[in-house]
């Protein structure tokens, strides 16, 4: 089974920066997309942004202007730079990965995979 691990979170001030990464491991073929989400604490988990096989981009609203995904397809990892960031960035921020994986020599299964999620935390 493909597993994702992310690292990077952590406690910032307002206005700072923190890198997350997220890599893929397993049986992977190919991976078609690669997302970030965010869960604030009461709040719906929402995407942040994605980045699919071609490497075009996808943002929320909320972060345009101030994160930036990015792929390392020879690494199968994910990152995202988080610029300016403020107190309402604060949340749990997993990864995801989408695409297919090998199983027994066969090289046909889709897999759609989560990360366990790293915290942000953005406070003085």
């Known amino acids: 089974q493909v597993q994702l691990v992310e690292s990077g979170g952590g406690l910032v001030q307002p206005g700072g920066s923190l890198r997350l990464s997220c890599a893929a491991s397993g049986s992977i073929f190919s991976i078609a997309s690669m997302k970030w989400y965010r869960q604030a604490p009461g709040k719906e988990r929402e995407l942040v942004a994605a980045?699919?096989?071609?490497?075009?981009?996808v943002y929320a609203d909320s972060v345009k202007g101030r994160f930036t995904i990015s792929r390392d397809n020879a690494k199968n990892m994910v990152y995202l730079r988080m610029n300016s960031l403020k107190p309402e960035d604060t949340a749990v921020y997993y990864c995801?990965?989408?695409?297919?994986?090998?199983?027994?020599?066969?090289?046909?299964?889709?897999?759609?995979?989560w990360g366990q999620g790293t915290q942000v935390t953005v406070s003085s």
């Open positions: 980045v699919p096989s071609d490497s075009s981009t």
């Open positions: 995801t990965a989408e695409g297919v994986e090998c199983r027994a020599g066969i090289c046909s299964s889709t897999f759609r995979s």
